[in-house]
């Protein structure tokens, strides 16, 4: 059982630069989500999904933009890198319920340099 | 605005002895509420879940309570071990179907031979 798996573990970029990252779950689950988390702060939640085919906007979702054209892979997209997005992003997926079998990735640290 | 404190932001504890994480939630209407570990480096792992009718949870080591009157919970870690140096995070979620996640900034832990 691989759960969420999200790539690539690490990354550094240039203000300016695009980038997409990936995450991938297993569990044929219905919603999917993005997070970043800073220090000291709580994560916070950048764009989710409910579906294949559907995004909506949560709590932090400007400069970035997501796909799930699958309705196992949500794709999270840097169009143009701030160092305000340096962070570590975390991929989440749940059932509709989602009290259970809310699941998380183990992280993206990307730095914007 | 929903919100989520946790105290203390750190502590440090000795191997084998007791500790208490205290979390404190505004957040409406209540779904359920749920502590996670994130080891450095990793996501967030469910510890414990808990729905408005529960008052306490456990999970090996780890005993979860809830006052939903006071709006207030705890995380009680026991014969503390290395392995328990983490994050712990008091989540609450938001609505019918619990998918909305509000984050506290979590307690760090970190336990001493």
């Known amino acids: 059982n691989a759960g969420v798996t999200q790539t690539p573990k690490f990354r550094v970029l240039k203000t300016g630069q695009s980038m997409t990252l990936l995450c991938a779950q297993d569990?044929?689950?219905?919603?999917m989500y993005w997070y970043r988390q800073d220090p000291g702060m709580g994560l916070r939640l950048i764009h989710y999904?409910?579906?294949?085919?559907?995004?909506a906007k949560g709590e932090v979702p400007d400069g970035y933009n997501v796909s799930r054209l699958k309705k196992q892979n949500f794709l999270l997209g840097l169009e143009s890198a701030a160092p305000s997005q340096t962070s570590v992003y975390f991929c989440?997926?749940?059932?509709?319920?989602?009290?259970?079998?809310?699941?998380f990735g183990s992280g993206t640290r990307l730095t914007v340099v | 605005k929903n919100q989520v404190e946790q105290s203390p932001q750190s502590l440090i504890i000795l191997e084998g002895k007791n500790c208490t994480l205290q979390?404190?939630?505004?957040?409406?209407?209540?779904?359920?509420l749920r502590w996670y570990k994130q080891d450095t480096g990793r996501g967030p792992v469910s510890l414990t879940i808990?729905?408005?009718?529960?008052n306490t949870k456990s999970n090996g080591r780890y005993t979860a309570t809830l006052d939903a009157d006071t709006k207030q919970s705890s995380l009680h870690i026991t014969a503390s071990q290395l392995s328990d140096s983490a994050s712990y995070i008091c989540?609450?979620?938001?609505?019918?179907?619990?998918?909305?996640?509000?984050f506290g900034g979590g307690t760090r832990v970190l336990v001493k031979p």
């Open positions: 989440a997926s749940s059932t509709r319920q989602g009290a259970f079998g809310y699941t």
């Open positions: 569990m044929n689950h219905e919603y």
């Open positions: 999904s409910v579906g294949e085919g559907t995004t």
């Open positions: 979390c404190n939630y505004t957040v409406s209407p209540f779904s359920n």
């Open positions: 808990m729905t408005f009718s529960e």
């Open positions: 989540v609450v979620s938001v609505g019918a179907a619990g998918n909305k996640l509000t």
